[in-house]
């Protein structure tokens, strides 16, 4: 298992473990609410690693990061944001999955010049809908429970600027939809690639966690799009 690194991101102490070698490009893994830690990102990270150098990030709240008396999805994009400049990092591509995928899309509009390439793994744009109140899993959680509430109500009611900025990436884009299976609007997804000048649109049949499910498959659609940007 990859050891746990950390950095200071504005107060806000962020983990991340790390595969490759360290002058090889550099790729940001952001996980969706209620992941990252040990298993969530391994495969697909391990795949990379012979040509790049590969961060899995635990977000704020979430697995070794730092819980925070306050949980937003501008926030989480900031976060991307001073974690590069801790790092050091200039250029990197994002890969984002769920939550992971709006935050990874939202930096690279936000920030188009720190990125080569974007990966969005089922997440599209974002319209309000109807609230369906979470769960708690029963016992002990390797995450902030607060932040899922939090975020998911963002999620419910989203700020309608983020759909225009999405509709603004101008950075090699690729958009990976889980099909059918999975719970996501898949119209969504698919009007984001449409809107996007340099987006394109796999669908990977495998539900809601491609890159858990078909690691294989997620894994080449990535090399794919990665090849042909500057990383």
Do not use: C
């Not at 801790?86 to 992971?100: F, M, T």
């Amino acid at each position: 298992m990859n050891n746990y690194e950390h950095v200071d991101v504005g107060g806000v102490r962020l983990a991340y473990r790390t595969w490759g070698e360290p002058d090889a490009p550099p790729v940001i893994l952001l996980h969706g609410i209620g992941g990252g830690g040990p298993g969530d990102w391994d495969t697909v990270a391990e795949q990379l690693a012979d040509r790049w150098r590969v961060y899995a990030v635990d977000q704020r709240g979430h697995g070794r990061g730092d819980r925070t008396a306050g949980y937003a999805i501008d926030l989480l994009v900031a976060d991307v944001a001073g974690l590069l400049d801790a790092l050091g990092l200039k250029r990197v591509a994002v890969i984002g999955h769920s939550l992971g995928g709006v935050v990874a899309y939202l930096f690279a509009a936000r920030f188009p010049e720190r990125v080569d390439a974007l990966v969005v793994e089922d997440a599209g744009l974002m319209y309000p809908r109807t609230p369906v109140p979470p769960q708690r899993p029963e016992g002990e959680l390797s995450f902030d429970w607060d932040a899922v509430l939090a975020l998911r109500s963002q999620i419910d009611e989203p700020d309608p600027r983020w759909r225009d900025e999405a509709r603004g990436v101008t950075v090699p884009t690729l958009l990976i939809s889980g099909g059918p299976a999975s719970h996501v609007r898949q119209e969504t997804i698919a009007e984001l690639a449409q809107a996007l000048p340099h987006g394109e649109l796999t669908v990977i049949d495998a539900g809601h966690l491609v890159h858990q499910e078909r690691p294989a498959e997620f894994v080449a659609a990535v090399r794919e799009l990665l090849a042909t940007s500057r990383t």
